[in-house]
């Protein structure tokens, strides 16, 4: 190698900073309600780093991740170290303040700060805050917080391995604003500020640094081994500076692998879950690098094979070092197994959480140092797991298996669009322009109040159901007193619209202390799909029962869709994700036919997620979309032609699923719209889509109460795409963030809007 850096054996990419009980969450959000002054939120931060530290350095890692923490996202900390905050947060004086301004949001001074955009990172479910960069955009080192964490983990006397964006990523990730170019043009201008920031961290005596370039095993550049090349050559001849690591993951390399190891770079990341060994032997340059094999998952929560995992290891000899890893950052998981009193022994013998992926690193390690015999136990142990894994009578459900293959076989199809949209309206008596709702209203205190009550034992079930049904004919009262035509209950017995159905369907198991960050302070508990999927009883049935019993009009029951029940789970590795899909699809088709029975003529099933899954890779996502239809269609066509199905989805952003959604053949979308005013209705009229549509004609993100004039010209934009007996009136999502003061204006504005354009 070309510096003197001792090769590192064992790390992991990055880890969880929410904190093993979510103490970062609860610290910052004290600090936004101004309830903890900087200081304290900056010891809580502190100490989390340095127990997060002291723990990787215990389990046996030669190399500790440092800046990895952040106060809300990683992608923003880099636009704040390289000085590419937007001008309209730059007035905020406090540096905190900016960030969370940038962040977030907020009035600052009198003056009302638009946060910056977030999207997903990559195909997780975290959320990254997208940085804009505007024609007239420069780039400054601004080094202060990893400086900070270095000085503080150097005293603590951990082998600290800064790790930042790499640029390139960076740049892909990043939006021109005003009319800029695209950013990947500023690439070059960019490099000179890492090369500013390698020569800091030389001065500091860091002898690796890490650079994230995941977006090299994605499509979304168009001439990657260049960039790759330009870029690295260029930071690896500087004479004066750390070791790099560039670290890719979510996917295989292909184009800029040899890029990258004709490069100048001392360690090259590669993730051995996603993809596979077999490429890295056609290049003879890896031969002077380290490589950093990530063999452990970051991202899911299995145990990892560590019999299979270091027979990888021993094919990565023509590397000159190999260092053991996780595929990823272990954000995406929980802390640890640890916190899960409630798990059945069996199952928790197949998973591995943050803290004991580091101790499956460390053991790696050791073996791949000291040879198998030095880890024999820990092997034998893995070993033993993965044969009760296998023989465990939960993953095999011969009747639901038996049942998918003969209803597959007999064609997952409902009658024509045309015959169905007929028997509907036989059925139900709509008004043209049909008003209705997504599903959620308010999340009142009387709802929290009662699902603690009933966590603690403070009331049993019984009246936990009361309460509940108490809820919904509020919410039915309100939406008759609008005048809403098509009803919901309101989903107040569900505290998440994926953990409400895996805890009532075998097959899942709900953790309890599972959180993992989604964004910002915001953490989600996925469920664990570990077995084949079974619904022992109704889920939904007697909720939705009891709002129809109240009211005249249609109530339309409300569920969630197999690829979002997929998308926000962890899911079994040990099957293809479409064979998953369709059991959780059969649960989903079981519940619409007893829905129907009880005499429901309107079902929902929800499917905001259905983009979330698309792969990375171009070739891929055929094969998805492909299955992801044949699911939805597998849970919506085992009802009647005269009931109706609808689907919900939002998250923006549709481009590349669009045509999916028009083969899902629900009777009627509804369709996050408000944001991109109504241009998603071209788009669908493109596919082909010719059912009938609701676009959202308000944004429910905000607590704005959109006037009557307002929704009604967004009705008359949508009318130019969609024709009058087609088109739906609907809020663009669910109404659960919103206050019951606002939903109620808002509604009766939708309302007479609607009443406006059938009167005209
Ligand atoms: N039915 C759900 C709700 O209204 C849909 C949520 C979503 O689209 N994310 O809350
Ligand atoms: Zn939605």
């Known amino acids: 190698m070309s510096t003197t850096a001792v090769p590192f054996t064992a790390t992991i990419l990055g880890s969880p900073r929410i904190g093993p009980n979510r103490e970062l969450k609860r610290a910052v959000e004290k600090y936004w309600a101004g309830r903890i002054d900087r200081g304290q939120l900056e010891s809580v931060a502190a100490t989390l780093r340095r127990d997060t530290w002291a723990s990787l350095v215990a389990a046996g890692l030669d190399s500790v991740p440092v800046n990895t923490f952040s106060f809300y996202d990683q992608v923003l900390d880099t636009a704040v170290l390289v000085g590419a905050l937007p001008a309209r947060v730059r007035g905020v004086g406090d540096d905190l303040d900016r960030y969370f301004a940038a962040a977030r949001g907020g009035v600052y001074g009198g003056e009302e700060v638009v946060p910056l955009e977030m999207t997903k990172w990559f195909d997780t479910n975290y959320h990254y805050i997208v940085p804009e960069l505007g024609p007239d955009a420069s780039f400054s080192l601004n080094p202060d917080k990893v400086l900070k964490e270095l000085e503080e983990a150097c005293a603590q006397g951990i082998p600290a391995r800064p790790v930042f964006i790499g640029p390139i990523t960076f740049l892909a990730l990043s939006k021109a604003v005003g009319g800029a170019e695209a950013p990947i043009g500023r690439l070059a201008e960019l490099a000179d500020i890492y090369a500013e920031l390698l020569g800091v961290l030389a001065d500091q005596d ?80 890896i031969s002077d690098k380290l490589l950093v094999a990530g063999v452990v998952d970051g991202r899911n929560i299995w145990r990892t094979d560590l019999d299979g995992a270091l027979s990888t290891l021993a094919t990565l000899d023509r590397a000159n070092a190999v260092a053991v890893s996780t595929s990823c950052s272990t954000l995406h998981v929980p802390y640890t197994l640890e916190a899960e009193p409630d798990i059945d022994s069996a199952l928790r013998s197949w998973l591995a959480f943050g803290n004991e992926k580091v101790t499956e690193v460390a053991d790696l390690a050791r073996g791949l140092r000291d040879g198998r015999d030095a880890i024999a136990r820990e092997i034998e142990a893995s070993n033993a797991a993965i044969t009760a894994r296998k023989g465990d009578r939960r993953l095999t459900n011969a009747q639901v298996r038996n049942r998918i293959s003969s209803i597959v076989a007999s064609g997952v199809q409902r009658g024509s669009a045309e015959r169905r949209r007929v028997a509907q309206q036989d059925r139900l008596p709509l008004p043209v322009l049909p008003t209705t709702t997504i599903g959620s209203y308010p999340q009142t205190s009387d709802i929290r109040i009662a699902r603690a009550d009933l966590r603690t034992g403070k009331i049993d079930a019984a009246e936990y159901e009361r309460r509940m049904n108490a809820e919904i004919a509020d919410v039915i009262e309100l939406q008759e007193r609008v005048g809403l035509d098509v009803l919901v209950h309101g989903e107040p017995e569900r505290n998440d619209m994926v953990q409400y159905f895996a805890e009532q369907l075998d097959g899942f198991f709900a953790t309890q202390n599972g959180w993992v960050q989604s964004y910002g302070s915001r953490c989600v508990r996925p469920p664990i799909l570990y077995g084949d999927v079974a619904r022992p009883e109704p889920m939904t049935v007697r909720w939705i029962t009891y709002a129809q019993s109240l009211t005249d009009k249609p109530v339309k029951g409300m569920l969630t869709g197999p690829v979002t029940i997929l998308a926000w789970s962890f899911v079994r590795d040990d099957q293809p994700l479409a064979d998953t899909a369709f059991q959780v699809a059969l649960a989903i088709r079981d519940e619409t036919v007893d829905l129907q029975s009880a005499g429901i003529a309107i079902i929902q099933v929800d499917e905001p997620a259905l983009r979330e899954l698309l792969p990375l890779r171009s070739e891929d996502k055929d094969a998805y979309l492909r299955w992801a239809v044949e699911a939805f269609r597998l849970s919506t066509s085992g009802v009647a032609d005269s009931t109706q199905i609808h689907t919900h989805l939002c998250y923006s952003e549709f481009g590349e699923v669009i045509g999916a959604i028009a083969d899902l053949d629900a009777d009627v979308t509804s369709i996050e719209a408000a944001r991109s005013h109504m241009e998603v209705l071209g788009d669908l009229n493109a596919a082909g889509f010719s059912n009938s549509v609701g676009p959202g004609v308000y944004d429910i993100h905000s607590p704005r109460v959109p006037g009557v004039e307002e929704i009604e010209a967004s009705l008359r934009e949508a009318l130019k795409a969609v024709p009058v007996e087609r088109l739906w009136v609907n809020p663009d999502c669910g109404l659960k963030t919103r206050t019951t003061d606002e939903v109620t204006e808002s509604l009766k504005h939708l309302v007479a809007a609607a009443a406006k354009i059938r009167d005209a």
């Open 206 to 285: 860091v002898s690796w640094v890490q650079f994230d370039e995941p977006v090299l095993v994605t499509d979304m550049l168009d001439n990657p081994a260049e960039l790759v090349e330009h870029t690295y050559a260029r930071l690896g001849a500087l004479t004066r500076r750390p070791a790099i690591f560039v670290a890719t993951y979510f996917g295989e390399l292909t184009d800029a692998l040899p890029a990258l190891a004709q490069t100048p770079i001392e360690a090259i990341g590669v993730d051995l879950v996603a993809g596979s060994a077999d490429a890295l032997t056609a290049v003879p340059e």
